[in-house]
Protein backbone atom coordinates (compact mmCIF):
# COMPACT_ATOMS: atom_id res chain seq x y z
CA UNK A 1 0.00 0.00 0.00
CA UNK A 2 3.15 2.58 0.88
CA UNK A 3 2.26 6.05 1.50
CA UNK A 4 -1.37 7.78 1.29
CA UNK A 5 -3.55 10.57 2.74
CA UNK A 6 -6.70 9.67 4.56
CA UNK A 7 -9.12 12.78 3.60
CA UNK A 8 -12.26 13.21 5.31
CA UNK A 9 -14.38 14.76 8.16
CA UNK A 10 -13.43 15.27 12.03
CA UNK A 11 -16.43 15.03 14.48
CA UNK A 12 -16.68 15.98 18.29
CA UNK A 13 -19.65 15.98 20.39
CA UNK A 14 -19.29 16.64 24.27
CA UNK A 15 -22.07 15.11 26.00
CA UNK A 16 -21.13 16.72 29.48
CA UNK A 17 -21.53 18.69 31.26
CA UNK A 18 -22.88 21.13 28.35
CA UNK A 19 -24.08 18.79 24.96
CA UNK A 20 -21.90 20.60 22.33
CA UNK A 21 -20.94 19.40 18.50
CA UNK A 22 -19.27 20.82 15.33
CA UNK A 23 -17.33 18.53 12.56
CA UNK A 24 -15.02 19.90 9.79
CA UNK A 25 -12.53 18.74 6.69
CA UNK A 26 -9.71 17.28 7.69
CA UNK A 27 -7.13 15.28 6.08
CA UNK A 28 -4.07 13.00 7.38
CA UNK A 29 -0.66 11.40 6.02
CA UNK A 30 -0.47 7.98 6.53
CA UNK A 31 3.33 6.75 6.46
CA UNK A 32 4.63 3.62 5.42
CA UNK A 33 7.43 3.21 7.89
CA UNK A 34 8.73 0.48 5.10
CA UNK A 35 9.54 2.75 2.68
CA UNK A 36 10.09 5.88 4.85
CA UNK A 37 13.00 6.58 2.41
CA UNK A 38 10.94 7.64 -0.31
CA UNK A 39 8.45 10.01 1.33
CA UNK A 40 9.16 13.04 -0.87
CA UNK A 41 8.42 14.27 -4.04
CA UNK A 42 8.52 17.38 -5.72
CA UNK A 43 5.78 19.12 -3.23
CA UNK A 44 6.52 17.17 -0.08
CA UNK A 45 10.13 16.74 1.62
CA UNK A 46 11.00 15.59 5.55
CA UNK A 47 12.53 17.55 7.28
CA UNK A 48 12.90 20.91 5.18
CA UNK A 49 10.77 23.36 3.71
CA UNK A 50 7.97 22.08 0.63
CA UNK A 51 4.15 22.83 -0.21
CA UNK A 52 4.10 19.52 2.78
CA UNK A 53 6.89 18.43 5.19
CA UNK A 54 7.19 15.81 7.55
CA UNK A 55 9.34 17.15 10.19
CA UNK A 56 10.85 14.73 12.98
CA UNK A 57 11.36 17.74 15.38
CA UNK A 58 7.70 18.07 15.47
CA UNK A 59 7.26 14.14 17.17
CA UNK A 60 8.74 11.97 19.67
CA UNK A 61 12.28 11.35 20.60
CA UNK A 62 15.82 13.01 20.39
CA UNK A 63 16.98 11.92 16.82
CA UNK A 64 16.67 13.76 13.59
CA UNK A 65 16.27 9.41 12.65
CA UNK A 66 13.17 9.08 13.04
CA UNK A 67 12.97 5.11 12.69
CA UNK A 68 15.70 5.45 15.45
CA UNK A 69 12.91 7.70 17.68
CA UNK A 70 9.97 4.30 16.81
CA UNK A 71 13.00 1.96 17.99
CA UNK A 72 13.52 3.86 21.05
CA UNK A 73 9.97 4.30 22.10
CA UNK A 74 8.87 0.66 21.37
CA UNK A 75 12.27 -0.33 23.59
CA UNK A 76 10.35 1.89 26.10
CA UNK A 77 7.58 0.37 26.10
CA UNK A 78 8.43 -2.85 25.79
CA UNK A 79 6.87 -3.70 22.07
CA UNK A 80 8.73 -5.72 19.55
CA UNK A 81 8.47 -4.54 16.13
CA UNK A 82 6.81 -5.70 13.48
CA UNK A 83 7.41 -6.34 9.52
CA UNK A 84 4.28 -3.56 8.98
CA UNK A 85 4.05 -0.42 10.76
CA UNK A 86 2.74 3.02 9.90
CA UNK A 87 2.47 6.09 10.93
CA UNK A 88 -0.59 8.84 10.56
CA UNK A 89 -0.30 12.18 11.03
CA UNK A 90 -0.74 15.39 10.03
CA UNK A 91 2.03 17.08 7.66
CA UNK A 92 3.66 20.60 8.25
CA UNK A 93 1.80 23.03 5.69
CA UNK A 94 4.36 25.68 4.21
CA UNK A 95 6.30 25.57 7.41
CA UNK A 96 3.67 25.31 10.35
CA UNK A 97 1.60 22.62 11.78
CA UNK A 98 -0.16 21.50 15.10
CA UNK A 99 -0.97 17.65 15.40
CA UNK A 100 -3.60 17.48 18.22
CA UNK A 101 -3.07 13.58 17.30
CA UNK A 102 -0.63 11.21 15.68
CA UNK A 103 -0.74 7.77 15.48
CA UNK A 104 1.98 4.86 15.19
CA UNK A 105 -0.30 1.89 14.49
CA UNK A 106 1.71 -1.74 14.67
CA UNK A 107 0.28 -4.79 12.64
CA UNK A 108 1.16 -8.48 13.54
CA UNK A 109 0.26 -10.88 10.99
CA UNK A 110 -1.66 -8.07 9.51
CA UNK A 111 -3.49 -7.17 12.06
CA UNK A 112 -3.37 -3.70 14.26
CA UNK A 113 -1.81 -4.78 17.21
CA UNK A 114 -0.59 -1.57 19.47
CA UNK A 115 -1.33 1.41 18.73
CA UNK A 116 1.04 4.66 20.51
CA UNK A 117 -1.25 7.73 20.22
CA UNK A 118 0.68 10.68 20.58
CA UNK A 119 -1.05 14.22 21.94
CA UNK A 120 -0.10 17.52 21.80
CA UNK A 121 -1.75 20.59 24.00
CA UNK A 122 -1.46 23.88 22.82
CA UNK A 123 0.64 24.56 25.97
CA UNK A 124 3.73 23.06 24.93
CA UNK A 125 2.77 19.48 26.06
CA UNK A 126 3.05 15.90 24.60
CA UNK A 127 2.43 13.02 26.32
CA UNK A 128 2.26 9.20 24.15
CA UNK A 129 -0.20 6.61 25.49
CA UNK A 130 0.41 2.92 24.30
CA UNK A 131 -2.77 1.22 23.78
CA UNK A 132 -2.96 -2.46 23.37
CA UNK A 133 -5.46 -3.72 20.69
CA UNK A 134 -8.08 -5.76 20.48
CA UNK A 135 -10.81 -7.28 18.22
CA UNK A 136 -14.19 -9.60 18.39
CA UNK A 137 -14.21 -9.60 14.38
CA UNK A 138 -10.88 -8.50 12.28
CA UNK A 139 -12.32 -5.51 11.56
CA UNK A 140 -12.71 -3.35 14.77
CA UNK A 141 -9.67 -2.49 17.35
CA UNK A 142 -10.22 -1.44 20.80
CA UNK A 143 -8.04 -0.51 23.60
CA UNK A 144 -7.76 2.06 27.00
CA UNK A 145 -5.68 4.72 27.58
CA UNK A 146 -5.64 6.39 30.92
CA UNK A 147 -5.78 9.90 30.62
CA UNK A 148 -2.52 11.90 32.17
CA UNK A 149 -1.98 15.42 30.21
CA UNK A 150 -4.15 18.68 29.97
CA UNK A 151 -5.87 19.08 26.79
CA UNK A 152 -9.00 21.20 26.85
CA UNK A 153 -9.43 23.65 29.46
CA UNK A 154 -13.37 22.63 30.36
CA UNK A 155 -12.05 19.20 31.27
CA UNK A 156 -9.60 17.69 33.49
CA UNK A 157 -6.22 16.29 33.06
CA UNK A 158 -6.96 12.84 34.15
CA UNK A 159 -9.41 10.25 32.40
CA UNK A 160 -9.83 7.63 30.34
CA UNK A 161 -10.12 7.30 26.77
CA UNK A 162 -11.80 4.80 25.17
CA UNK A 163 -9.44 4.30 21.56
CA UNK A 164 -11.29 2.39 18.32
CA UNK A 165 -9.71 1.73 15.03
CA UNK A 166 -10.12 0.48 11.83
CA UNK A 167 -8.08 0.64 8.95
CA UNK A 168 -8.70 -0.96 5.83
CA UNK A 169 -7.20 -0.56 2.07
CA UNK A 170 -9.41 2.18 1.12
CA UNK A 171 -10.64 3.73 4.43
CA UNK A 172 -9.84 4.38 8.11
CA UNK A 173 -11.34 5.81 11.12
CA UNK A 174 -10.26 6.60 14.80
CA UNK A 175 -12.90 6.89 17.29
CA UNK A 176 -12.14 8.92 20.95
CA UNK A 177 -14.53 8.80 23.57
CA UNK A 178 -13.56 10.44 26.74
CA UNK A 179 -14.93 9.56 30.34
CA UNK A 180 -14.17 11.32 33.54
CA UNK A 181 -15.14 8.91 37.18
CA UNK A 182 -17.17 7.13 34.42
CA UNK A 183 -18.91 9.27 32.58
CA UNK A 184 -18.89 10.11 29.43
CA UNK A 185 -17.67 13.04 28.34
CA UNK A 186 -16.94 13.73 24.75
CA UNK A 187 -16.56 11.80 21.65
CA UNK A 188 -14.23 12.32 19.00
CA UNK A 189 -14.51 10.29 14.94
CA UNK A 190 -12.12 11.07 12.88
CA UNK A 191 -13.35 9.09 8.96
CA UNK A 192 -11.24 9.12 6.07
CA UNK A 193 -10.76 7.58 3.01
CA UNK A 194 -7.40 6.43 1.11
CA UNK A 195 -5.54 8.77 -1.56
CA UNK A 196 -2.74 8.00 -3.26
CA UNK A 197 0.41 9.17 -2.27
CA UNK A 198 1.47 11.44 -5.64
CA UNK A 199 2.48 14.94 -6.41
CA UNK A 200 -0.97 15.29 -8.01
CA UNK A 201 -2.61 14.67 -4.64
CA UNK A 202 0.04 16.75 -2.83
CA UNK A 203 -1.53 19.49 -5.03
CA UNK A 204 -5.16 18.97 -4.73
CA UNK A 205 -4.88 18.41 -0.88
CA UNK A 206 -2.63 21.62 -0.23
CA UNK A 207 -5.33 23.94 -2.55
CA UNK A 208 -8.20 22.30 -0.67
CA UNK A 209 -6.91 22.32 2.97
CA UNK A 210 -3.81 25.21 2.59
CA UNK A 211 -5.27 26.96 5.62
CA UNK A 212 -5.33 23.63 7.98
CA UNK A 213 -3.24 24.63 10.45
CA UNK A 214 -4.26 27.81 11.22
CA UNK A 215 -7.86 26.58 10.95
CA UNK A 216 -7.24 24.12 13.69
CA UNK A 217 -5.70 26.40 16.08
CA UNK A 218 -8.76 29.29 15.46
CA UNK A 219 -11.29 26.45 15.46
CA UNK A 220 -10.57 25.39 18.86
CA UNK A 221 -10.64 28.90 20.19
CA UNK A 222 -13.37 29.49 18.79
CA UNK A 223 -15.24 26.29 20.42
CA UNK A 224 -13.28 27.21 23.56
CA UNK A 225 -15.23 30.93 23.46
CA UNK A 226 -18.61 29.15 23.34
CA UNK A 227 -18.28 26.86 25.05
CA UNK A 228 -16.84 29.57 28.32
CA UNK A 229 -20.54 31.33 27.30
CA UNK A 230 -22.34 28.36 27.71
CA UNK A 231 -20.80 28.66 31.57
CA UNK A 232 -18.01 25.58 31.59
CA UNK A 233 -16.08 25.40 34.41
CA UNK A 234 -12.25 26.94 32.69
CA UNK A 235 -9.18 24.77 34.24
CA UNK A 236 -5.90 25.64 34.47
CA UNK A 237 -2.80 23.37 33.05
CA UNK A 238 -0.60 22.07 35.50
CA UNK A 239 3.72 22.38 35.12
CA UNK A 240 4.09 18.52 34.29
CA UNK A 241 0.82 19.43 31.30
CA UNK A 242 3.65 22.20 29.67
CA UNK A 243 6.60 19.76 29.15
CA UNK A 244 7.33 17.59 26.29
CA UNK A 245 7.05 13.75 27.56
CA UNK A 246 8.29 10.82 25.74
Not at 27 to 38: A, G, K, P, Y
Not at 184 to 196: A, D, H
Not at 213 to 241: A, C, F, H, M, Y
Amino acid sequence: MSHKFQEGMIYHKRVSPKKHDFKYKFFMLDIDMNSFEELENKYFSKNSFNLFSFNTKDHFGESRDFRKNIKDLLKKYEIEETNKTRFITLPSIVGFVFNPISMLILFKEGKPNYMLAEVHNYNGGRIVYCVKLETKDNIHYKGIGEKDMYVSPFFESVGRYDFSLKYEEDNFSLGIVLFEKDIKMLTTTLVGKSLEFNESNVQRLFFRHFLLTILVVTRTIWQSLKLKLKGLKWNKPTEQDQVRRA
